[in-house]
């Protein structure tokens, strides 16, 4: 009995949202960049259909992100990190993409579970690079409104980006 309770405690761990994924590239990284997905249909909260909008309808090589986390608080992880994502033009290169579901019907349009898993896939990183990593929404460097969420609020940011 003893050994079945702990086995059955052992599997819910193991199913718990947001297990940890990120594991640090050997390429140069200095930041992260956040973005959502700008739909909010929930066919659509699946690396594999951002995946094939990537691949089918621009003609990337793979997914541009390296990571999608869901409305569940689950974290996929998409393109290999050790690659140099396509998601902010220009700025892709020694970053870190990730992408958020939703953000179709505006800033509100996300799950608290969902953010909850962001920041703490956020912290991971940050103490996975000492500090020495920022985190900045794409707009930052582009004409986009993406993401739409509060990231800086979320992350408690400073103005350059620092946690
Ligand atoms: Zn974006």
């Known amino acids: 009995m003893?050994?079945?309770?702990?086995?059955?405690?052992?599997?819910?761990?193991?199913a718990s949202p947001s297990p940890s994924v990120f594991v640090k590239p050997t390429?140069?990284?200095?930041?992260?960049?956040?973005?959502?997905?700008?739909?909010?249909?929930?066919?659509?909260?699946?690396?594999?259909v951002v995946r094939k909008w990537h691949v089918e309808g621009r003609?990337?090589?793979?997914?541009g992100y390296h990571y999608m986390i869901h409305r569940d608080g689950s974290i996929s992880v998409g393109r290999d990190i050790e690659r140099i994502p396509a998601a902010q033009k220009g700025h892709n290169?020694?970053?870190?993409?990730i992408a958020l579901h939703g953000g179709g019907h505006g800033?509100?349009?996300?799950?608290k579970i969902q953010l909850r898993a962001l920041k703490r896939f956020c912290d991971e990183?940050?103490?996975a690079y000492e500090g020495n990593i920022t985190f900045h929404g794409h707009s930052e460097v582009?004409?986009?409104?993406?993401?739409?969420?509060?990231?800086r609020s979320l992350l408690g940011l400073d103005k350059k980006g620092a946690m």
């Open 107 to 111: 800033k509100d349009d996300f799950g």
């Open 59 to 63: 003609g990337w090589s793979d997914v």
């Open 93 to 97: 290169k020694g970053s870190i993409a």
């Open 27 to 48: 390429r140069y990284v200095s930041r992260v960049f956040l973005h959502c997905t700008a739909s909010s249909y929930p066919h659509h909260d699946d690396i594999e």
């Open 142 to 151: 582009a004409l986009r409104d993406c993401p739409v969420y509060d990231y």
């Open 125 to 127: 990183i940050n103490q």
């Open 2 to 14: 003893q050994s079945l309770l702990s086995s059955l405690a052992s599997l819910s761990q193991a």
